[in-house]
């Protein structure tokens, strides 16, 4: 299974950002006992999980992140997204979005800057 990122590189501050995880080789719909998940790596920092979706749309969210994101998806394309609302330089990061932490993206850089 393949995933890739894309999206905006650049996004000012209070924007909202939206990033597409899109997924070949396999299906979002089809139940592999793991999710599809949306994680990021701020500069010097550690992996910090952003939240998920299962198979069947179910969606689970970091509390400390949970009133800003949103996960959905478009079965037709094979895609699921990350919306992350009122964003600030410290949500700048490299985004990933991976199956199950099996198989990832390569990462997709944000920066929060005017």
């Known amino acids: 299974v393949q995933l890739q990122e894309s999206g905006p590189g650049l996004v000012k501050p209070s924007q909202t950002l939206s990033l597409t995880c899109t997924v070949s080789?396999?299906?979002?719909?089809?139940?592999?006992?793991?999710?599809w998940i949306w994680i990021r790596q701020p500069p010097g920092k550690g992996l910090e999980w952003m939240g998920a979706i299962s198979y069947s749309g179910s969606t689970y969210y970091s509390p400390s992140l949970k009133s800003r994101t949103s996960i959905s998806r478009d079965t037709s394309n094979n895609q699921f997204t990350l919306q992350l609302s009122s964003m600030t330089p410290e949500d700048t990061a490299v985004y990933y979005c991976?199956?199950?932490?099996?198989?990832w993206g390569q990462g997709t850089q944000v920066t929060v800057s005017s």
């Open positions: 080789g396999g299906s979002i719909t089809v139940n592999y006992y793991l999710f």
């Open positions: 991976t199956r199950g932490y099996r198989d």
